[in-house]
């Protein structure tokens, strides 16, 4: 991959994930609603877990990128997901701090983005390659976390379309 590749690409992935944005934000918040002890299987994280997770994990997959490396801590990683006492904190970061971060992306050099990254001895791709990868894990807990809404007592907001709980004409006025 060359720089101007790498380029068109982090432009492309960060306006897929700018997009997810709200529909996210309006998963997350659907748990203040809700009971966020709820797990569906003792093995499972809570809701409130599940979110807080999601707003760091999705923050430090997309700093991995911007560093060109993907290390993990997984007491920082608790630490941080255990700041949050309500789910509007988790949205309220995740709001600040999403955004930011994909302006970083952007602001990074074609060759920088271009450049051969390891994922824990797993794979090597170019960095701008893992935005597909950032952006996939954010959709998976976000579909995790919406099935757990109805159950938990919260109602489904409309993601790609219109749910049971917030039918297609509310969503478009959003």
């Known amino acids: 991959m060359n ?3 790498a380029k068109f690409l982090v432009e492309h992935y960060t306006g ?5 944005v709200p529909a996210t934000c309006k998963v997350l918040s659907a748990v203040k609603t809700g009971n966020g002890d709820y797990k569906p299987d003792a093995k499972s994280r809570s809701a409130r877990e599940l979110a807080a997770h999601m707003a ?3 923050n430090w997959f997309l700093q991995s990128i911007i560093d060109g490396k993907f290390e993990f801590d997984p007491q920082a990683a608790e630490k941080a997901e255990s700041q949050f006492k309500s789910a509007d904190e988790i949205v309220a970061f995740y709001q ?3 955004p930011e971060k994909l302006k970083q992306l952007r602001a990074l050099p074609g060759d920088t983005l271009a450049r051969e990254v390891d994922f824990f001895g797993f794979m090597k791709m170019p960095a701008v390659s893992y935005l597909g990868l950032a952006n996939n894990h954010s959709i998976h807990h976000r579909g995790q976390l919406a099935a757990y809404l109805r159950p938990m007592g919260s109602k489904v907001p409309a ?3 219109g749910s049971a709980d917030e039918p297609m004409q509310a969503a478009a006025v959003q």
Not at 16 to 20: N, S
Request: cysteine-free; charged content about 30%; proline content about 0%.
């Open 96 to 98: 600040r701090t999403l």
């Open 3 to 5: 720089a101007d590749q």
């Open 16 to 20: 897929l994930m700018e997009g997810e």
């Open 56 to 58: 760091i994990s999705d």
């Open 159 to 161: 993601i790609y379309g």
